[in-house]
């Protein structure tokens, strides 16, 4: 890997953003101050230990929650002055979002759940084609239950992308699987960039899979420390859990 700038179209870019929690007597500093751009169009892995400052880095630029202090852009807009309102709409149209947990809905096809995003999407893209993009189609009427754990972790993929978001979130999605199945769905994340130019920010404990990634950023105690460029990138099929 080597550190280098950039000269793609950027996606996020923040200025001295800042998070603070407050507990009782207790200020816990989740950010203190990052300032950084990601382009757009990449895999984008992120690392660091627990606390470092990760998930609520991602979900203040998901429009999950908001920054106390400093600034957060999307295209050139300032999340961090947008209403409750305003952001919920960035997050319909914008973003999609894959967890560690698969958030289904258990009495819905597979098909189903992921017509539940088309219904308030003002562009989406057609549920079975959705499904079809991850290698679900012949999937499409079973029901969670009747599907495997990289199959749902897929269906969950399919849904956040059904909508066709600019980035898709991703927060430790291969968090809950054995390294077989693990490695499929990070196929699927990697069609998607490749086939719609979705961006994919990934959250994970495990190293290996930065070897994935256009770009890895390191986290600790609430700052970026760096980010490293991929020069040659693997194929989930060659790292090792």
Same mark, same amino acid.
């Given at each position: ?40 169009? $990449?895999? %984008?892995?992120?690392? &660091?230990?627990?606390?470092?400052? =990760? ?6 630029? !998901? +429009? ?64 079975? $084609?959705? %499904?079809?993009?991850? &290698?679900?189609?012949?999937?499409? =009427? ?6 495997? !754990? +990289? ?70 105690? &609430? ?19």
């Amino acid at each position: 890997m080597t550190t280098t700038n950039t000269t793609k179209a950027i996606n996020f870019s923040t200025k001295d953003l800042k998070k603070v929690y407050i507990t009782g007597e207790t200020e816990v500093h989740a950010l203190r101050g990052v300032t950084v751009e990601i382009p757009s169009g $990449e895999i %984008l892995v992120m690392l &660091g230990p627990s606390g470092s400052g =990760k998930s609520t880095f991602l979900n203040i630029i !998901g +429009g999950l929650d908001i920054p106390s202090s400093g600034h957060v852009y999307f295209q050139n807009e300032d999340l961090a002055t947008f209403s409750n309102h305003q952001l919920t709409l960035f997050r319909r149209e914008h973003i999609g979002f894959v967890f560690q947990a698969y958030n289904l809905v258990p009495s819905l096809t597979a098909l189903e759940n992921v017509a539940l995003v088309t219904e308030i999407s003002s562009n989406p893209m057609d549920p079975l $084609e959705a %499904l079809a993009s991850v &290698g679900l189609e012949t999937r499409a =009427k079973h029901f969670p239950s009747q599907l495997s !754990g +990289g199959e749902q972790q897929r269906v969950a993929i399919a849904r956040a992308l059904a909508k066709r978001p600019e980035v898709l979130l991703c927060d430790e999605p291969t968090g809950a699987l054995d390294s077989e199945t693990g490695s499929v769905v990070l196929d699927a994340l990697l069609e998607v960039n490749q086939r719609y130019n979705t961006s994919c920010i990934i959250i994970t404990h495990n190293a290996s899979i930065a070897e994935l990634a256009h770009r890895v950023m390191y986290f600790n105690d &609430g700052n970026i420390t760096h980010v490293e460029v991929n020069d040659q990138r693997k194929t989930p099929d060659q790292i090792s859990w």
